[in-house]
């Protein structure tokens, strides 16, 4: 299939590992902006990990992307191996103060202007090519130097190879820079690699940037660093003992912030999905006077005639909707089945999502509910149209380690459905409410702690065997949603945005643009 092309557009999204090749929540969401703004031409820049972790795209283009391109991170396939060079010394030596600046969070004019040296000088030919980076002695020196003074326990070339396969995407994010097309804004959909494309457009362009950030990148790396293939299938060079992870786990982590923070520094607007991401932002070094909240929205129209379609009677079924993956703790969910099957012989657990993303986890999950007798009981349905799904759904159950505010939930209550959902991100917020006026629309549900499946499982028995509860729960969160997460306040909040940020382009004459581009990269 042929991806569309165009020579322009008006916004053009930055995504990582998401819309169009990954369902799920953020993938929705990016579907559901693009349509929410038909009057705008949005190009899709998509980057990933390696070409075989994807498969076909899992969402139909709407017709106002007029481009899209794909790109991958960590293929390893950039070219014959180059001769050895000498490199520029003091090129490195300014790299080195950066990084010493980084490493004592220092925030300075100094260290902006190093930051932006380096990121114009990143093309071929340039102080701080791939290939100096690469092949050359001064870089050869400058991570040997680095090894001596900072590294503990690993060896040299664990750390030699650790730190050229995480820069290495760099150079991949820099060709793109080169060649995205023009757009009026660029919007970032989350801080990594993705956010630092942002970072280097924006230097570079001096078109507006606006993040979007639907979970805090880094924390979630923290969960899933290692659990990527394209990070596991090179742990062979550092999987020597625990300590050494830990260390190269630290070092990962530690480069993403870094990633982070430079997005949150390039941006003229930095969007929260609710007050504690916005805060955690703000301890990640975004400026706060740039930070707000718009909280995901729901089409309340489509799901009230979701609700409609229920009948009188409540489902047994607790149904987990999202992909089968460890950042969702399925197994959890699984062993709370095994208790509320204690209790209510008949109910049924639902998996709704892909199995694709992590293969082995997926078939993990399978062994599991074998090995808890509950082949009768529990269902892995695939990937569901979601208005079919919850009229028969009793129970939406989030058992997940790690949420940002996530959309099922927001859907459910708006077709009729409490939810039990384990206390991460703003679930608690969603189902108690925040703030009085807010929790006087009482609760959609219940909330119990992390990786505790007898919490979880008697939790969801409580709604499904009380009709009092149940019904009052789902009046909550039907109240909730429908006063304060509808698609017409997300939309309107976006429509300010983009209007503003497009209009200072707009504003912006084509030679101040060229003068931009120009200083940008001499």
């Not at 596991?232 to 070092?251: C, I, P, Q, T, W």
Request: charged share 25%.
């Amino acid at each position: 299939m042929s991806l569309p092309r165009a020579d322009s557009a008006d916004i053009c999204l930055l995504l990582e590992g998401t819309f169009p090749y990954v369902s799920g929540g953020v993938s929705s969401w990016v579907n559901q902006i693009i349509r929410g703004f038909p009057e705008y031409t949005f190009a899709c820049c998509f980057v990933g990990s390696r070409p075989e972790d994807y498969g076909d795209m899992k969402y139909e283009l709407p017709d106002n992307v007029v481009h899209l391109e794909v790109h991958y991170l960590h293929n390893f396939q950039r070219g014959a191996q180059k001769r050895s060079l000498k490199g520029n010394r003091k090129a490195y030596a300014d790299l080195r103060r950066f990084h010493e600046m980084v490493k004592d969070g220092i925030h300075s004019r100094e260290r902006s202007e190093l930051f932006s040296r380096i990121v114009t000088h990143l093309g071929e030919g340039e102080d701080y090519s791939e290939e100096s980076f690469l092949h050359s002695r001064a870089s050869w020196d400058y991570i040997a130097e680095s090894y001596r003074e900072f590294s503990r326990d690993p060896s040299f070339v664990d750390y030699f190879w650790t730190i050229r396969i995480m820069h290495s995407p760099i150079w991949v994010l820099n060709d793109i820079a080169d060649n995205l097309l023009p757009a009026k804004m660029y919007h970032t959909i989350s801080t990594g690699y993705a956010g630092f494309l942002g970072a280097m457009l924006k230097r570079r362009t001096g078109k507006p940037l606006l993040l979007s950030e639907h979970g805090i990148y880094t924390k979630e790396r923290k969960i899933d660093l290692f659990q990527s293939e394209w990070i596991s299938d090179n742990r062979g060079l550092v999987e020597k003992n625990n300590a050494e992870m830990a260390y190269f786990r630290e070092k990962w982590v530690n480069f993403f912030t870094e990633l982070g923070r430079e997005c949150y520094q390039a941006s003229d607007r930095i969007v929260a999905l609710y007050e504690r991401n916005r805060e955690r932002q703000m301890e990640d070094g975004a400026p706060p006077e740039r930070t707000l909240n718009i909280p995901n929205g729901i089409d309340l129209p489509r799901m009230q005639k979701v609700r409609a379609a229920r009948g009188d009677n409540i489902p047994p079924v607790a149904c987990l909707i999202g992909r089968v993956v460890p950042i969702k703790d399925v197994k959890t969910f699984l062993r709370a089945m095994r208790t509320l099957v204690n209790v209510l012989p008949d109910a049924e657990g639902w998996i709704a999502g892909p199995e694709d993303e992590d293969k082995e986890y997926a078939k993990e999950c399978h062994g599991l509910v074998a090995s808890l007798g509950l082949e009768k009981n529990v269902k892995f349905l695939g990937f569901q149209k979601i208005d079919e799904l919850l009229p028969k759904v009793g129970v939406i159950v989030l058992s997940s380690i790690s949420e940002a505010l996530p959309l099922v939930l927001l859907e459910g209550f708006a077709a009729g459905v409490p939810a039990v959902s384990t206390d991460v991100g703003s679930c608690r917020q969603l189902i108690e409410g925040l703030g009085e006026a807010d929790r006087a629309y009482g609760k959609a549900g219940e909330v119990v702690g992390i990786a505790d499946p007898e919490a979880l499982g008697n939790a969801v028995a409580a709604l499904l065997k009380d009709k009092d509860a149940w019904h009052q729960a789902q009046q909550a969160g039907i109240r909730r949603v429908e006063n304060l997460y509808t698609q017409e306040m997300m939309f309107g909040a976006y429509r300010d945005l983009y209007q503003s940020l497009v209009e200072d382009t707009d504003a912006a004459s084509p030679q101040e643009s060229n003068n931009r581009r120009r200083e940008g990269r001499h």
